[in-house]
């Protein structure tokens, strides 16, 4: 990044390892946000488009939705600053926190495309030849297999006036989302309704015999999540496990784009062993050669990283710079990073001094 003005940030320039995890640290105003998410994303996003525009030997990438600005990441015109080596990054992605989905419409099976799968092997079953069924059968977001009262929601949105809506369960369908003819269809003794109803872990084992289903859940199990069940509801997944399934989906979807994933406080609302997982997925994204940028003031996750940029030295007018830059070790070391104090303990605590990083040297 050269010469970067934004917020109280002015004129800064700095390295940012790729193919590696980087951790941003600092106290809370020192700058971290505005200078990932304020300046880094929607420059990077900008220069992508420009470049894949121009470029024809792939004039389809243009429309790739993680390009996209939304309307948090216009480009400030107040910002200014420049990014070099961009081209070695063709994607970046900011993964939060938000919901997978916002209706009862949403869920894991269908986000992480498991579920089109799912719909493929019922159509071959042969009770659903008989009856000419479809995969688009077994899709409730269509008519034909869905139950009409709920639109193959499995709830009626009951809107509230003042209050926010309420969804109460279908009296047709019971919450199972299709109707009686889609649901006579059964593979292992089991409809479309019972498999949206098993767990990440049950649907494993029932699939067991069926590699591309298999293993897809196998990466949400491996993450932590084979408690969800494969139809639940995105609006009550928290945070966190919402989170994780996007990351699933990455692994689950091959990216052959090197891509640049970008997150806010991962460890926001996180049980120790749920950062241990996620950590698990991101190295697993590291390891395919994508990189990863990381704004964390948990030193569980600090720790971890390869690189770490601590900025600071206090938020405000005091902030915006650099204090410090280099592996953990590094930080740790460094008298003037406020951060590298509590981290040096931390590392001292763990006898893990002796870590290798994925960074050169050179850094």
Same mark, same amino acid.
């Given at each position: 990044?050269?010469?970067?003005?934004?917020?109280?940030?002015?004129?800064?320039?700095?390295?940012?390892?790729?193919?590696?995890?980087?951790? *941003?640290?600092?106290? &809370?105003?020192?700058?971290?946000? $505005?200078? #990932? !998410? +304020?300046?880094?994303?929607?420059?990077?996003? %900008?220069?992508?488009?420009?470049?894949?525009?121009?470029?024809?030997?792939?004039?389809?990438? *243009?429309?790739?939705? &993680?390009?996209?600005?939304?309307? $948090?990441? #216009? !480009? +400030?015109?107040?910002?200014?600053?420049?990014? %070099?080596?961009?081209?070695?990054?063709?994607?970046?992605?900011?993964?939060?926190?938000?919901? *997978?989905?916002?209706?009862?419409?949403?869920?894991?099976?269908?986000?992480?495309?498991?579920?089109?799968?799912?719909?493929?092997?019922?159509?071959?079953?042969?009770?659903?030849?008989?009856?000419?069924?479809?995969?688009?059968?077994?899709?409730?977001?269509?008519?034909?297999?869905?139950?009409?009262?709920?639109?193959?929601?499995?709830?009626?949105?009951?809107?509230?006036?003042?209050?926010?809506?309420?969804?109460?369960?279908?009296?047709?369908?019971?919450?199972?989302?299709?109707?009686?003819?889609?649901?006579?269809?059964?593979?292992?003794?089991?409809?479309?309704?019972?498999?949206?109803?098993?767990?990440?872990?049950?649907?494993?084992?029932?699939?067991?015999?069926?590699?591309?289903?298999?293993?897809?859940?196998?990466?949400?199990?491996?993450?932590?999540?084979?408690?969800?069940?494969?139809?639940?509801?995105?609006?009550?997944?928290?945070?966190?496990?919402?989170?994780?399934?996007?990351?699933?989906?990455?692994?689950?979807?091959?990216?052959?784009?090197?891509?640049?994933?970008?997150?806010?406080?991962?460890?926001?609302?996180?049980?120790?062993?749920?950062?241990?997982?996620?950590?698990?997925?991101?190295?697993?994204?590291?390891?395919?050669?994508?990189?990863?940028?990381?704004?964390?003031?948990?030193?569980?996750?600090?720790?971890?990283?390869?690189?770490?940029?601590?900025?600071?030295?206090?938020?405000?007018?005091?902030?915006?710079?650099?204090?410090?830059?280099?592996?953990?070790?590094?930080?740790?070391?460094?008298?003037?990073?406020?951060?590298?104090?509590?981290?040096?303990?931390?590392?001292?605590?763990?006898?893990?001094?002796?870590?290798?990083?994925?960074?050169?040297?050179?850094?």
């Amino acid at each position: 990044l050269k010469n970067v003005n934004v917020h109280n940030i002015k004129n800064l320039s700095i390295d940012i390892p790729l193919g590696c995890l980087v951790g *941003i640290s600092g106290v &809370s105003g020192s700058g971290k946000s $505005s200078l #990932i !998410f +304020d300046f880094l994303l929607p420059k990077l996003k %900008e220069k992508i488009n420009i470049q894949q525009t121009f470029d024809k030997r792939a004039p389809q990438e *243009i429309d790739d939705a &993680s390009l996209n600005l939304t309307d $948090s990441e #216009i !480009f +400030d015109s107040n910002v200014s600053g420049d990014i %070099e080596n961009f081209q070695l990054i063709e994607r970046v992605i900011a993964i939060n926190q938000s919901p *997978i989905g916002r209706t009862p419409r949403s869920n894991p099976a269908t986000y992480t495309s498991v579920f089109t799968d799912i719909r493929e092997l019922f159509a071959n079953v042969t009770q659903a030849k008989i009856l000419g069924f479809t995969p688009a059968r077994f899709s409730f977001n269509v008519a034909g297999g869905r139950c009409e009262k709920c639109k193959g929601e499995g709830y009626i949105k009951v809107e509230m006036q003042f209050l926010p809506d309420v969804y109460v369960l279908c009296e047709t369908c019971a919450g199972k989302r299709y109707n009686e003819s889609t649901l006579s269809v059964y593979y292992k003794d089991k409809n479309i309704a019972d498999v949206l109803n098993m767990s990440v872990d049950e649907a494993y084992e029932f699939f067991s015999n069926v590699p591309k289903i298999k293993n897809k859940l196998g990466i949400l199990k491996d993450i932590g999540l084979g408690y969800i069940k494969l139809g639940q509801n995105a609006t009550t997944l928290s945070g966190g496990e919402a989170q994780r399934i996007k990351l699933a989906k990455e692994l689950i979807i091959p990216q052959n784009k090197k891509t640049l994933y970008l997150f806010d406080e991962p460890s926001r609302g996180l049980h120790p062993d749920d950062i241990k997982k996620l950590l698990q997925v991101i190295n697993r994204l590291i390891d395919n050669g994508h990189s990863v940028i990381i704004i964390e003031h948990d030193l569980d996750i600090l720790k971890s990283a390869d690189y770490i940029i601590d900025m600071g030295t206090g938020g405000g007018d005091k902030g915006g710079k650099v204090v410090a830059f280099g592996t953990p070790q590094d930080i740790a070391k460094n008298p003037k990073s406020l951060t590298g104090k509590y981290l040096k303990e931390k590392l001292e605590e763990l006898n893990v001094f002796n870590r290798r990083y994925r960074i050169s040297k050179s850094h």
